[in-house]
Nanobody
Framework: QVQLVESGGGLVQPGGSLRLSCAAS????????MGWYRQAPGEQRELVAR???????NYADSVSGRFTISRDNAKNTVYLQMNSLKPEDTAVYYC??????????????WGQGTQVTVSS
């Protein structure tokens, strides 16, 4: 099994910044894509940002230019730097990863979620 543990959420004022981290652990052979999704109350889960093992990134239009995704392949960790936060960024943020496990073949895993609240 591959587990993802997120950290870094919290309460921030509009215009502020937060940095989310997500570390993968377990029987990992390789990780392909890692990413961040979010889900606001009453809304569907949506992609925020995604990064491949080669460093290719893509972002939701709503966060492009404000958020930056990065990863440390040696630590199996993905980060999301969020700047110029807006109230509409308020949501539970979920980490995602897929790849190959040493014991189970292909895997796709989700973190437990971390709350980000943007409010004055």
């Amino acid at each position: 099994q591959v587990q993802l543990v997120e950290s870094g959420g919290g309460l921030v004022q509009p215009g502020g910044s937060l940095r989310l981290s997500c570390a993968a652990s377990g029987s990992i052979f390789s990780i392909n894509a890692m990413g961040w999704y979010r889900q606001a109350p009453g809304e569907q889960r949506e992609l925020v940002a995604r990064i491949t093992s080669g460093g290719r990134t893509n972002y939701a239009d709503s966060v492009s230019g404000r958020f930056t995704i990065s990863r440390d392949n040696a630590k199996n960790t993905v980060y999301l730097q969020m700047n110029s936060l807006k109230p509409e960024d308020t949501a539970v943020y979920y980490c995602y990863a897929d790849g190959r496990s040493m014991t189970m073949g292909a895997f796709s895993s989700w973190g437990q979620g971390t709350q980000v609240t943007v409010s004055s």
